[in-house]
């Protein structure tokens, strides 16, 4: 039956963005090898519809220890779920219409993340991770298959952290639930999705001085002065919030060729089904909310207006966005000189309404999309692909997002390397173009923002290397600077970048190494350290007769100094600055991880080198946490 499934599955496979343009082919088998195998005898894999290689769940403990939030370049406000900052420059080059909220986007489930499982037996895992000043987060996930081609699954995952400084908590609830299903003759597919996601943080403003963090008498941090006062015991007077609820839902009928043959026995009659081409159906949308409070508004916070704060209770800004898109397509085989190459082309449309103390728009964005992909079939071999997706009508007029690729993978023992080039064309995000509160308002026309980037990687699994190096041309870069205006960058930003991993192993002990070299223009918007590292270096060994599996040693972070953006409360996100250069010592943390059977944990200790310092400084005005004991315990649970 397996032969039977794999002959049969269709799934999309496309790296755009919404769902709408995807890749089309036959699910190999080559995930026999990546199946994840209890002791109970279930094998369970997943896949997204953005990557529809099957993978196996990570059950590994090698980083189990780090924050399962966030990228191992992202930088937060000192406090677990806060807003964060990645030193990896990694552009959005989606070509839809956003509110413009890229800090929060590393706490939000992502439909280009969802999740399809497929599970022999009802499976639920279990992780809590708890530390230093109640700090606490939980993950839920539950999935069976109702049918062998039917599967649920539910994903919770609740952040709650009060954190080291004043008035900084942060309280997090994020829910997917997915669904997969296959019928029984192999003809028709769904793919289905419902995600939610609340954010919820409150705004301190950062300390009010570095000096506190040098004086014992602030050992206790929540004793340091701090820019926003509270109205309560327990909250800041700022505070933003954030809620999105998305909804997809891709179906697919494949026409092909059908017929039936008898086992060896000739006990069993098995139905087989070739797909030569489908009709693709894809609906998503999303509805979002983003509103900014400060009931106790103070002039020197808002210096910049002539307002009289007496007057009013509170200064709030206010939110909507929503999309709702539909996108149609053809899928099949195209043969050229005696390759088949996987084809797709269609159309699809989006609605979207914005609404805030500003506006109330609706617009009609019609859009026409398209991808040819050659496969590699075994190694050796090329493969090719290309995307494109195009709007020609409504408020994203002219946006486009481009990709070409080629690849070869050399040989088990030469590795894998990929070249291509991607480019992109943005309309400025609307808490660029259009932001008001009860107070002010500001209206701004920007031209469209190109990205280019050429790029290209080469990963060698025996030798345990990745290397990727990307070139982008950035013309009129949308930022906001110091005074929190909203501008455009008139010149063309240039930046290199080279990342570098490497594992070294020996014996039980283990080096691995994340290299990341930057190189842009001085004094433009995009400010980056020059060379960032992370390191861990550990022992790993099974003991007590190999029961019990342990990694155990020191993680290591450092960047070179640079100019490291200002975070704004008032727009839920970074601004440039170029006054005060960041330059922290490396950070540390003594980790020691382990695992029996089904139960994995991790005891870690952080900001090491706060024995012998002061607390780093993450952004201006905001320091890093105190040194922090964390406990995370992760539970597998098998039906």
Same mark, same amino acid.
């Given at each position: 039956?397996?032969?039977?499934?794999?002959?049969?599955?269709? =799934?999309?496979?496309?790296?755009?963005?919404?769902?709408?343009?995807?890749?089309?082919?036959?699910?190999?088998?080559?995930?026999?090898?990546?199946?994840?195998?209890?002791?109970?005898?279930?094998?369970?894999?997943?896949?997204?519809?953005?990557? +529809?290689?099957?993978?196996?769940?990570?059950?590994?403990?090698?980083?189990? $220890?780090?924050?399962?939030?966030?990228?191992?370049?992202?930088?937060?406000?000192?406090?677990? /779920?806060?807003?964060?900052?990645?030193?990896?420059?990694?552009?959005?080059?989606? #070509?839809?219409?956003?509110? &413009?909220?890229?800090?929060?986007?590393?706490?939000?489930?992502?439909?280009?993340?969802?999740?399809?499982?497929?599970? +022999?037996?009802?499976? +639920?895992?279990?992780?809590?991770?708890?530390?230093?000043?109640?700090?606490?987060?939980?993950?839920?996930? $539950?999935?069976?298959?109702?049918?062998?081609?039917?599967?649920?699954?539910?994903?919770?995952?609740?952040?709650?952290?009060?954190?080291?400084?004043?008035?900084?908590?942060?309280? $997090?609830?994020?829910?997917?639930?997915?669904?997969?299903?296959?019928?029984?003759?192999?003809?028709?597919?769904?793919?289905?999705?419902?995600?939610?996601?609340?954010?919820?943080?409150?705004?301190?403003?950062?300390?009010?001085?570095?000096?506190?963090?040098?004086?014992?008498?602030? !050992?206790?941090?929540?004793?340091?002065?701090?820019?926003?006062?509270?109205?309560?015991?327990?909250?800041?007077?700022?505070?933003?919030?954030?809620?999105?609820?998305?909804?997809?839902?891709?179906?697919?009928?494949?026409?092909?060729?059908?017929?039936?043959?008898?086992?060896?026995?000739?006990?069993?009659?098995?139905?087989?089904?070739?797909?030569?081409?489908?009709?693709?159906?894809?609906?998503?949308?999303? $509805?979002?909310?983003?509103?900014?409070?400060?009931?106790? #508004?103070?002039?020197?916070?808002?210096?910049?207006?002539?307002?009289?704060?007496?007057?009013?209770?509170?200064?709030?800004?206010?939110?909507?966005?929503?999309?709702?898109? !539909?996108? =149609?397509?053809?899928?099949?085989?195209?043969?050229?000189?005696?390759?088949?190459?996987?084809?797709?082309?269609?159309?699809?449309?989006?609605?979207?309404?914005?609404?805030?103390?500003?506006?109330?728009?609706?617009?009609?964005?019609?859009?026409?999309? /398209?991808?040819?992909?050659? #496969?590699?079939?075994?190694?050796?071999?090329?493969?090719?692909?290309?995307?494109?997706?195009?709007?020609?009508?409504?408020?994203?007029?002219?946006?486009?997002?481009?990709?070409?690729?080629?690849?070869?993978?050399?040989?088990?023992?030469? &590795?894998?390397?990929?070249?291509?080039?991607?480019?992109?064309?943005?309309?400025?995000?609307?808490?660029?173009?259009?932001?008001?509160?009860?107070?002010?308002?500001?209206? !701004?026309?920007?031209?469209?923002?190109?990205?280019?980037?050429?790029?290209?990687?080469?990963?060698?699994?025996?030798?345990?290397?990745?290397?990727?190096?990307?070139?982008?041309?950035?013309?009129?870069? =949308?930022?906001?600077?110091?005074?929190?205006?909203?501008?455009?960058?008139?010149?063309?930003?240039?930046?290199?970048?080279?990342?570098?991993?490497?594992?070294?192993?020996?014996?039980?002990?283990?080096?691995?190494?994340?290299?990341?070299?930057?190189?842009?223009?001085?004094?433009?918007?995009?400010?980056?350290?020059?060379?960032?590292?992370?390191?861990?270096?550990?022992?790993?060994?099974?003991?007590?007769?190999?029961?019990?599996?342990?990694?155990?040693?020191?993680?290591?972070?450092?960047?070179? #100094?640079? =100019?490291?953006?200002?975070?704004?409360?008032?727009?839920?996100?970074?601004?440039?600055?170029?006054?005060?250069?960041?330059?922290?010592?490396?950070?540390?943390?003594?980790?020691?991880?382990?695992?029996?059977?089904?139960?994995?944990?991790?005891?870690?200790?952080?900001?090491?080198?706060?024995?012998?310092?002061? !607390?780093?400084?993450?952004?201006?005005?905001?320091?890093?946490?105190?040194?922090?004991?964390?406990? &995370?315990?992760?539970?597998?649970?098998?039906?």
């Amino acid at each position: 039956m397996n032969s039977l499934k794999s002959s049969a599955q269709l =799934f999309s496979n496309g790296a755009a963005n919404n769902g709408s343009i995807s890749t089309q082919k036959i699910i190999s088998d080559s995930s026999k090898k990546k199946q994840f195998t209890t002791d109970d005898k279930v094998k369970i894999n997943y896949y997204t519809l953005y990557d +529809t290689a099957k993978k196996s769940i990570d059950t590994s403990i090698q980083f189990l $220890h780090r924050n399962p939030l966030q990228s191992i370049w992202h930088v937060d406000l000192g406090n677990t /779920g806060s807003s964060a900052f990645s030193l990896c420059f990694t552009p959005d080059m989606n #070509p839809s219409m956003q509110l &413009g909220l890229d800090a929060i986007k590393p706490l939000l489930f992502e439909q280009k993340d969802i999740k399809f499982y497929n599970t +022999t037996r009802p499976f +639920t895992d279990i992780y809590y991770r708890n530390g230093s000043k109640a700090d606490q987060l939980i993950s839920l996930l $539950h999935t069976q298959n109702i049918t062998p081609d039917w599967n649920v699954s539910v994903n919770y995952r609740k952040i709650n952290s009060p954190g080291f400084y004043k008035w900084q908590k942060t309280n $997090h609830d994020n829910l997917a639930l997915s669904s997969q299903y296959l019928s029984n003759n192999k003809r028709y597919s769904v793919n289905a999705a419902m995600l939610y996601n609340k954010l919820q943080q409150d705004e301190n403003g950062g300390i009010t001085s570095y000096e506190y963090l040098f004086s014992s008498a602030y !050992n206790d941090k929540r004793l340091i002065p701090v820019n926003f006062e509270n109205i309560s015991i327990n909250r800041s007077s700022v505070s933003n919030y954030y809620r999105n609820v998305s909804l997809l839902l891709q179906q697919q009928y494949f026409f092909g060729k059908k017929d039936s043959i008898f086992n060896i026995d000739s006990t069993e009659k098995i139905y087989n089904f070739k797909p030569v081409f489908s009709v693709k159906h894809s609906f998503y949308s999303q $509805h979002n909310y983003y509103r900014f409070k400060d009931v106790q #508004p103070d002039t020197s916070d808002y210096n910049w207006l002539a307002n009289d704060f007496e007057a009013r209770d509170s200064l709030f800004s206010t939110n909507f966005h929503t999309q709702i898109g !539909n996108a =149609f397509s053809l899928n099949g085989d195209v043969r050229l000189k005696g390759k088949v190459m996987q084809a797709e082309v269609g159309y699809g449309i989006e609605v979207e309404h914005v609404k805030s103390i500003l506006l109330n728009n609706q617009y009609f964005n019609n859009f026409i999309f /398209g991808r040819i992909e050659k #496969p590699s079939q075994s190694d050796r071999e090329w493969l090719y692909r290309a995307d494109l997706k195009l709007y020609f009508t409504g408020n994203t007029i002219g946006n486009f997002l481009m990709n070409a690729q080629a690849g070869r993978n050399m040989g088990n023992q030469l &590795g894998t390397f990929l070249i291509g080039f991607n480019q992109s064309l943005q309309t400025a995000p609307y808490t660029f173009s259009n932001y008001a509160t009860n107070y002010f308002s500001t209206s !701004n026309s920007f031209a469209k923002q190109s990205i280019s980037d050429l790029f290209l990687s080469y990963k060698n699994v025996p030798y345990k290397t990745n290397l990727t190096f990307h070139y982008y041309l950035i013309g009129n870069y =949308f930022y906001r600077d110091t005074n929190l205006t909203a501008l455009q960058y008139a010149s063309v930003i240039p930046l290199f970048q080279l990342q570098f991993n490497k594992t070294f192993q020996y014996k039980t002990i283990a080096f691995d190494n994340q290299l990341l070299i930057q190189k842009t223009t001085a004094f433009n918007p995009i400010q980056l350290p020059i060379w960032a590292s992370r390191h861990r270096l550990a022992y790993q060994n099974k003991i007590f007769k190999r029961k019990l599996s342990i990694s155990t040693g020191f993680d290591m972070r450092y960047n070179t #100094p640079y =100019f490291a953006s200002d975070y704004a409360p008032l727009y839920f996100g970074f601004v440039s600055q170029y006054q005060y250069k960041i330059n922290n010592i490396p950070e540390f943390t003594y980790f020691f991880n382990f695992n029996v059977k089904r139960f994995r944990a991790s005891i870690a200790f952080d900001q090491l080198q706060q024995l012998f310092t002061r !607390n780093n400084i993450n952004f201006p005005n905001y320091a890093a946490q105190n040194m922090a004991l964390r406990f &995370g315990l992760h539970w597998i649970f098998v039906n």
